[in-house]
């Protein structure tokens, strides 16, 4: 039985060993699930045709540096390591990627990637103290409780309507912030702060806050069914 291909983002260059440990947890995630993880590179021009020259039946939007602001129409007020050529290109192919229908789940970065392709905006910096509770200290992981949308994809998915979830950003979709096709269907209780994005319709596409991919934090593989029913979608998708 074929696998389907899953193109994975990532940042341009040579990664650094920190990087690349943290990329390799994407691809023992996509493989654990019975998926093929393909790297995706920035490139400059226009993004690729997702479903000819890249062949790949799924999309997985990956971790990193803060989105430049101006692709969401502000100054740069609290935004690092901006990578302008990832974000032209993952912008890109996100919109190529929902323009064919494929399967497309983003993560923390790729969840922010998500909202701002389809027209959204970000709050560039959480506000301490709320913030202690999002963002990662001593390269430890916080972790924190979400309540998810009733009926949601991500619902049924994990079937419970709370987690605990690890995290590890400061910037953040708000409810005012999401993208009009996209709907919310986690939070962070008591703050204004989402957790988890989907797209009505036919086609498999979710954005998460936290790091599922990330089976060394306290959290475990307790996400793994995120990547399993992504895998499956994409099978789905491509007919295999």
Known sequence: MLKPRIGITRKGGLLSQMQESAHQRYRERVKEAGGEGVDLLPTA??????????????????????????LYGEQNRASHYIDDERDTF?????????????????????????NVACGGLLLQDIATPPYRRHAAAGGISAEHEIELANGSRLHGMLAKLSATVNSRHHQAVTRKT?????????????????????????????????????????????????FQEFILAAAASAGL
Do not use: M
């Open 45 to 70: 021009g226009p993004p690729p045709k997702v479903t000819a020259a890249e062949r790949i039946h799924g999309l997985l939007l990956t971790g990193g540096g803060d989105l430049n602001p101006v």
């Open 90 to 114: 993952e912008i890109g192919i996100v919109r190529a990627a929902l323009e064919c229908k494929l399967p497309v789940f983003g993560i923390c970065r790729g969840f922010q990637i998500l």
């Open 178 to 226: 999401v993208a009009c096709p996209l709907i919310a269907t986690a939070f962070s209780p008591g703050e204004d702060i989402v957790e988890a994005l989907e797209k009505p319709g036919d086609a498999w596409v979710v954005g998460v806050q936290w790091h599922p991919e990330r089976s060394d934090d306290k959290i475990g593989n307790s996400f793994q069914v995120l």
